[in-house]
């Protein structure tokens, strides 16, 4: 288990904060820093029970619902946030979006060419890659004035293609290289504009979550993380960046990623 000084924050946004990874992050950094103020988004209530009863015990965990492919939402929950953190002279300090999708209702990852259908790419990328640059949008007000804050998305080996060999998840590939490409370019207008953010782009591994639950079977046990393990690592690596890593993807290791 890592020191507590790794998650010596001021204050933390969690999105996609109900279930899976998520979820894990907002537990870790309760219960060791001490300090710390959450938020944590969700999008669906009857999905947030576990958290909603993490609320009810612990009044520095804020919630607030937020559908990510609505623009309009995440410009409304941001100016909540900042207008808090204002007022309680908190800044933000970590910014970790764990919202993502693999796969939802009829929709599944595509195995071969016949399965495209353009609805669901559009779905990919709505999820995957543009909630993240809309959130890259409305942070700089929240993110200038900060002298270091880490603003990660969660991102997926599979969408590196120097990386791909087999094919296949033709939406969840693309949709995460297309993040990958949009959280370099969104580090490289920070560097002007937002000076203390370091922008990363995370592979969790493969973590035992819902996502990754119908796909699990051909999996090696140590090679599949609980949730508690993921976020270790994961806090690990977030805890060794510096200015310099940002733009980078790196793996739960710390190693880089190939994009
Ligand atoms: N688990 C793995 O093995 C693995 C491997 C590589 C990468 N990742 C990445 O890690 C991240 C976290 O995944 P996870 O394993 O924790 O999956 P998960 O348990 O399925 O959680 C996904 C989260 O995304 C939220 N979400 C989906 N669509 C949304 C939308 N339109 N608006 C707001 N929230 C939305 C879900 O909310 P609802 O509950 O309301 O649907 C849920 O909170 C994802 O980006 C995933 O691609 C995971």
């Not at 992050?25 to 009863?53: H, N, P, Q």
């Not at 994961?234 to 890593?245: I, N, Y």
Request: glycine fraction near 6%; hydrophobic fraction near 40%; aromatic fraction near 8%.
């Amino acid at each position: 288990m890592e020191s507590v000084t790794e998650l010596m924050v001021s204050a933390t946004l969690v999105l996609g904060a109900n279930r899976g990874i998520g979820l894990g992050f907002v537990k870790r950094i309760l219960a060791y820093d001490k300090e710390s103020w959450v938020y944590g988004t969700y999008r669906d209530r009857d999905s947030a029970a576990a958290l909603f009863s993490l609320a009810e015990h612990e009044p520095r965990l804020r919630l607030l619902a937020l559908d990510v492919t609505e623009e309009s939402q995440i410009e409304a929950c941001l100016l909540t946030i900042g207008q808090e953190l204002k007022e309680s002279g908190r800044s933000l300090t970590h910014v970790i979006n764990c919202v993502g999708m693999l796969h939802q209702d009829n929709l599944q990852p595509e195995k071969s060419l016949r399965q495209i259908d353009a609805a669901n790419l559009l779905t990919y990328f709505q999820v995957n890659s543009i909630a993240s640059i809309l959130l890259a949008k409305h942070l700089v007000p929240l993110l200038k004035q900060t002298d270091r804050t880490i603003f990660a998305t969660l991102s997926a080996k599979v969408g590196s293609i120097g990386d791909n060999q087999l094919g296949g998840w033709y939406g969840y590939r693309a949709s995460k290289a297309a993040l990958n490409m949009f959280m370099k370019s969104i580090a490289l207008e920070y560097r002007r504009t937002c000076k203390g953010a370091i922008v990363v782009v995370l592979h969790p591994g493969t973590t035992d979550t819902r996502l990754s639950q119908p796909f699990q079977r051909n999996v090696a046990p140590e090679k599949l993380f609980s949730v508690d393990r993921c976020v270790e690592q994961l806090s690990k690596v977030m805890a060794g960046l510096t200015l310099e890593d940002s733009g980078e993807f790196f793996s739960w290791d710390g190693t880089r990623l190939p994009w």
